[in-house]
């Protein structure tokens, strides 16, 4: 989720740095340092390409803006359901062992005390523990 933030940072930021497309367009072609008879035709060529840009740019930000907010629903109910299934776990064991324990193994379905009560059990009826 702090990834899809700092790309809508970006995405700002490059909405932003294209309020002036001619400004972008000759701050481009400054850098590029290029003989004069093509500046003409690369200046056009360039201020379509950053004008397509400023005009994908709000849209692409609504996108990461959803984005965003849909990661942050879905942390949310990650964190939800993780304190359920720990609610639930403890329940069944309790139900399983008839006491509250602290639940020492974290696979699935696994009784904390079931090992403890099956081995007991056992060795008083004189069986080998399984």
Request: one cysteine or more; hydrophobic letters at 40%; a positive charge.
């Amino acid at each position: 989720m702090a990834k899809t933030r700092i790309e809508l940072v970006d995405l700002r930021e490059q909405q932003n740095a294209l309020s002036d497309i001619s400004a972008s367009v000759d701050q481009a072609l400054a850098a590029l340092n290029v003989a004069p008879d093509v500046q003409d035709k690369l200046r056009a060529g360039l201020f379509r390409l950053l004008a397509t840009r400023a005009e994908m740019l709000p849209r692409l930000s609504v996108q990461q803006t959803r984005l965003a907010s849909l990661l942050a629903d879905i942390e949310q109910q990650l964190t939800d359901l993780t304190a359920t299934t720990a609610k639930l776990s403890a329940m069944l064991d309790e139900r399983c062992c008839g006491r509250r324990v602290m639940r020492q193994s974290t696979s699935p379905g696994s009784c904390a005390c079931r090992k403890t009560r099956t081995t007991s059990s056992s060795r008083s009826a004189g069986r080998a523990p399984r």
